[in-house]
């Protein structure tokens, strides 16, 4: 099987040098394992934290060691009661052409939808998206939500999802393109082009156009200059679920004097910030599964899939992704290669 691995730690945002690219053995299923033809492999931002050493709510990859990540694929040999050769599947695969995915650890795809859609709309970030809105951000009709990486799976459903409960959505993405995709194809009612504003004051500017009845829910996606931009905009009593901070994943420009002025903001706004991880709430997968598939298969909720082709190709498209050069879902197609 071929693999990608962890070469070594980066130092800032990641090179291709730091990924290793391997052939190893076939692995055998044990009793309670299945092997997996991995057909699609899932890029997401959390990788970039993986790469690193340092606390965090998940344990860094070795060196050495596959990369992490979510794919789907094939079953080619099952020691699972109730799994077959054959079935599609889902779970912790890696960066690998093959993997072991243990029983408790799999979910077993069906339906007509593209198997490739568990790793995005009505997977991880798809779930991240629906139990973050209702949890933490508590949306009320007629109220507004900004959030930016909008075109990506998480903001692409927040939005959508906003919307549909009676909200004025405002994205704010990466390019012209992005924003169009953004008002065209998932609804949101206004767009903003943060690469279009060199600091957070225009790009402030330009959302209290979009937000004129000021920001009752912040989705954070991103940090840096957009939540700059968009603090002040907060009315009071808003929310700010913090789901990510992908402007600072490869490290922070000094944000230290910035820091009196956003804790001030939080309690005279009496906003509530409330930092959250999918995994505390996975046990709503079923639920959200089974709640947005025909939402999705009718084409009441778009979505949109960045495939790139081929395993050895992982390492530059995820390179890509921390720098906003996905449009849409990041996916790596392996099966054909
Ligand atoms: P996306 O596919 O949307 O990819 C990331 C996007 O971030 C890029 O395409 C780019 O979009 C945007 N971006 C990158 N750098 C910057 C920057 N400096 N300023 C503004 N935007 C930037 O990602 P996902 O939808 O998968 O994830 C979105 C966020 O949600 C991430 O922060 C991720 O870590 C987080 N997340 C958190 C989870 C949790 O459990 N808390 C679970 C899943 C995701 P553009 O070109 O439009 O700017």
Same mark, same amino acid.
């Given at each position: 099987m071929r693999c990608i691995t962890l070469a070594r730690r980066p130092d800032g945002a990641p090179v291709l040098e730091d990924f290793g690219h391997e052939t190893r053995p076939m692995p055998q299923p044990a009793e309670g394992e299945v092997l997996v033809e991995v057909s699609h492999l899932s890029l997401d931002p959390y990788m970039r934290g993986r790469m690193s050493e340092g606390p965090s709510y998940a344990p860094s990859v070795e060196l050495g060691e596959v990369m992490t990540g979510q794919g789907v694929g094939r079953v080619l040999?099952?020691?699972?009661?109730?799994v077959a050769e054959g079935d599609i599947v889902t779970g912790m695969t890696g960066w690998a052409s093959h993997a072991l995915l243990k029983a408790d650890a799999l979910r077993k795809l069906d339906g007509d939808l593209p198997p490739s859609t568990a790793l995005g709309v009505l997977g991880m970030p798809g779930l991240t998206a629906w139990a973050g809105l209702r949890e933490y951000g508590r949306p009320k009709a007629g109220e507004t939500l900004v959030v930016a990486a909008a075109t990506g799976p998480v903001g692409s459903l927040v939005g959508q999802l906003a919307k549909a409960a009676g909200l004025r959505t405002v994205a704010v993405a990466g390019g012209a393109e992005k924003c169009k995709l953004a008002t065209e194809r998932f609804g949101f009612d206004a767009a903003v082009d943060h690469r279009a504003h060199p600091d957070a004051e225009s790009l402030r500017a330009a959302l209290a156009e979009a937000a004129p009845d000021g $920001?009752?829910?912040?989705?954070? *996606? $991103? !940090?840096g200059k957009v939540l700059e931009a968009v603090l002040p905009l907060m009315n009071t009593h808003g929310r700010i679920? $913090?789901? !990510?901070t992908i402007a600072w994943y490869s490290g922070a420009e000094d944000t230290a004097d910035r820091l009196p002025a956003t804790w001030r903001s939080i309690l005279v706004k009496r906003l509530q910030v409330a930092g959250f991880i999918i995994f505390d709430h996975w046990n709503l997968m079923p639920e959200f599964v089974a709640e947005m598939t025909p939402r999705v298969a009718a084409g009441e909720i778009a979505f949109l899939e960045d495939v790139t082709e081929g395993l050895e190709n992982a390492p530059a498209a995820f390179l890509s992704l921390l720098e906003g050069? *996905?449009?849409g879902k990041a996916v790596v197609k392996l099966t054909g290669e």
């Open positions: 040999a099952s020691r699972v009661e109730g $920001v009752d829910i912040y989705w954070e *996606n $991103v !940090g679920p $913090v789901c !990510g050069g *996905n449009t």
